[in-house]
């Protein structure tokens, strides 16, 4: 594995780990200033500050929501996640499976498209 392809899996690690554990570091550190992010079949969004209103919104209404990623897939420029939500307060056999595709530029997340049923993401409303 090269050292484009060990980075940019680090880039997706330290997205999975922030989006559990804090919304707002996940987006300001995880995402370029200028990034676009797909809820595809759904909107486009951008923004810093849009993007952490929605996730703060997010981790209000589900608060113990967490990914958990089943498979990671790195080239040099994009990774893929498949993973999926879970939330225990809609029970432990409740999950939400989802998969974005990050184009990485440098050390952050450039383009995001994530593909999922929004309407049952915990908090979401597009």
């Known amino acids: 594995m090269n050292?484009?392809?060990?980075?940019?899996?680090?880039?997706?690690?330290?997205?999975?780990?922030?989006y559990n554990t804090d919304p707002e570091r996940f987006v300001r550190e995880c995402?370029?200033?200028?990034?676009?992010?797909?809820?595809?079949?759904?909107?486009?969004?951008?923004g810093i500050d849009k993007f952490v209103e929605i996730e703060k919104a997010v981790q209000?209404?589900?608060?113990?929501?967490?990914?958990?990623?089943?498979?990671m897939h790195a080239t040099e420029n994009v990774v893929v996640v498949e993973a999926?939500?879970?939330d225990p307060v809609r029970g432990t056999d409740w999950s939400l499976p989802f998969c974005a595709v990050l184009?990485?530029?440098g050390d952050r997340i450039a383009v995001?498209?994530?593909?999922a049923e929004f309407p049952k993401w915990p908090g979401l409303s597009l």
């Open 60 to 71: 209000a209404a589900a608060p113990g929501r967490r990914m958990r990623v089943t498979a």
């Open 103 to 105: 184009e990485i530029r």
């Open 112 to 115: 995001d498209r994530t593909y």
């Open 84 to 86: 999926e939500v879970t």
């Open 31 to 46: 995402y370029h200033e200028d990034y676009k992010v797909g809820a595809m079949g759904v909107c486009w969004y951008d």
């Open 3 to 18: 050292s484009r392809i060990e980075n940019n899996l680090a880039v997706a690690r330290r997205y999975v780990e922030l």
